[in-house]
């Protein structure tokens, strides 16, 4: 049984507000734990990864008006698209109760709910309807997949969801944390990765009629990127 909805759910969020966009995007990150690595320029890498993200969802779908996150966590994302890219309309779930009421601190928004992800509704619709690092933290794929579905009917013009972990890469990537971490299978018995192939996505584009764009991330100062993929599904 997958037990990190448990770990979720227990998450602590005491973050001091500031003015400084790029200091609350760091604290917001760590509380949503992107705290593990002490490398030089490790935030300004996920800061760049975030421009990057934007850029391309300009590119394949224009400007969006509004933004829906699923799994918004901390509210880093939401937070960012509203001081940097002045959106006034944003909305978002989470299942850990501190975080959302972290993320209402730092957002301005009446759509904010504390909820399982495949309890998200298709009304009221946005934009970009946005999934960032919480697929893998899915029961299963199958679940994973039904969420997809409704994020689709949310969104106007645009699904993301990103770190998208690779079933192609699973026997790697657990290799690699088993070096890293000592006992690493009997300290994280629970806590699996949900992974999920490619082709998964790109026939729910065949079925639904999206384009469908499968993106390596680029921050290579994460140790986890090696084993994600993004996927862009545009209407």
């Not at 760590?30 to 760049?48: R, S, V």
């Not at 009304?123 to 794929?141: I, R, T």
């Amino acid at each position: 049984m997958n037990q990190w909805n448990k770990i979720w759910a227990n998450r602590t969020a005491d973050v001091a507000i500031s003015d400084d966009i790029f200091d609350m995007f760091c604290k917001l990150k760590k509380a949503d734990g992107f705290d593990t690595q002490d490398i030089n320029g490790y935030y300004e890498a996920f800061f760049e990864e975030w421009n990057k993200m934007e850029n391309q969802i300009e590119k394949l779908a224009g400007n969006v008006a509004s933004v829906y996150e699923v799994g918004c966590g901390s509210g880093v994302n939401l937070y960012l698209y509203q001081q940097l890219k002045k959106l006034a309309i944003v909305g978002g779930c989470d299942y850990s109760e501190a975080l959302v009421q972290l993320a209402g601190r730092v957002i301005q928004t009446k759509d904010l709910q504390c909820m399982e992800a495949d309890c998200i509704s298709a009304e009221p619709k946005y934009d970009l309807v946005l999934a960032d690092s919480v697929f893998q933290y899915f029961q299963n794929a199958e679940y994973g997949m039904r969420v997809l579905e409704k994020m689709w009917k949310k969104a106007n013009k645009i699904v993301v969801i990103t770190e998208i972990h690779d079933e192609e890469k699973k026997e790697e990537h657990l290799n690699f944390r088993r070096q890293c971490v000592e006992n690493y299978d009997e300290k994280y018995k629970g806590l699996d990765k949900t992974f999920y192939t490619k082709e998964m996505f790109q026939k729910f584009a065949e079925k639904t009629g999206a384009e469908c764009r499968i993106v390596k991330p680029g921050n290579e100062l994460y140790w986890n990127n090696k084993y994600v993929f993004d996927c862009y599904l545009i209407k």
